[in-house]
């Protein structure tokens, strides 16, 4: 607090501190809308997966993992030091690659993929954590080789094989979304990076080759059509286009306005598939109708938008770049399996943010809304309780 001066009012023993200079506000304006929109954002997505699986124990699991979500959301937000975030980025990445190796190994299989590792009462899906713990690695790189010019490609062979060693073992799960998924993230902080021309343009053309040889020596034949059912939705309707039908029809019997809680028949009479997971918005849009999804969208934009002013506030790179991450994690998730919902980008199995029912995914989101809590008290100049 700056230095005070006293007036006297007209009132008789009344005193008045003036201050000479600004006081900082204890408040923080982004951490108060955070938590606002996440609440409501929870509200949202618990009240749509009770009606999604109802008559299953979706609902009250997912109630225990958001427990546990928000007790990590607590303690990163207001009691571990943001430091040991940085401190241990590249061992927190390296027990996800651990993790993910065992999946391969010793993993759990559902609907044709190993994706989940069961340890005693515990189901995880390291793909998820891969979604934070990648990102955070690649800040802490660019924090600690900090330089003028602008990188080139082996300057950045780090960051390479780290992003391409996580890819590589959630595609052999196979998991070509979430590997994807992860991909972005970590294009979207590069784009605040300075990188040099020549290397962008070789980076830009090996992933053309990539897609290619992709396509050609490593997509299964079911991902080839989720692919080719953009272009023709019509083509296989009861087989690989069968989930995008019924998510279309969904939707859009939702209207304006909804057919009212627990009362969507593409819902309730099961026509919908993976309504608690890949198709949980498009229960929200058949029963709360296109104004209610505009509100979600809404809110999923100002979380964004908070994550950017977070970044943007940063005391550091580090707190930027991992606050860029998570924005983009965010809105990418939300943007993706809505364009998934509508048909207008292939089912790739790929998780509503809050809404889709998983402990993992819930986990990763929580602990992220956490890191950007304690990053916006690091640059308020205010420390963590530990």
Known sequence: MKNMTFRHSDQKNDVILIPTGEIKDTRS?????????????????????????????????QIRHFFIGLSFFLVLGWILPFSYIQTYAYWYLGLVILLLGLVLVVGSSAGGAQRWLEIGPLRLQPSEFAKIALPI??????AEHRQVQPYTLKELWPVIVMT???????????????????????????????????????????????????????LKDYQKLRILNLVNPHMDPYGSGYNSA????????????????????????????????DFVFSVFAEEQGFWACLVVFILFVCLTYVALMIARQAKDSFSALVGVGIAAMIFMGFTIN?????????????????????GSAMLTNMAAMGLLIAMDREAMGRKNLL
């Open 29 to 61: 304006p982004l951490q108060i809308l955070l938590c606002l929109v996440l609440a409501l954002i929870i509200i949202f997505a618990l009240t749509n997966l009770y009606s999604a699986g109802i008559h299953t124990g979706f609902f009250y699991m």
């Open 246 to 277: 019924q998510s279309l029809i969904a939707v859009g019997s939702g209207g304006g306005f909804g057919k009212g809680y627990l009362h969507g028949t593409q819902t309730q009479l099961q026509f919908l598939p993976a309504r608690h997971t």
């Open 164 to 218: 391409m060693v996580t890819f590589g073992l959630i595609f052999l799960e196979p998991d070509l979304g979430t590997a994807g998924f992860c991909l972005l993230i970590v294009t979207a902080q590069l784009v605040f990076i300075r990188l040099d021309i020549k290397s962008v343009g070789l980076v830009a053309a090996g992933g053309v080759v990539a897609l290619v040889a992709g396509w050609t020596l490593f």
């Open 338 to 358: 809505v364009a998934m919902i509508l048909g207008i980008f292939p089912v790739v199995g790929m998780p509503f943010p809050f809404f889709s029912f998983g």
């Open 137 to 142: 690695a690649i800040a802490k790189f660019f």
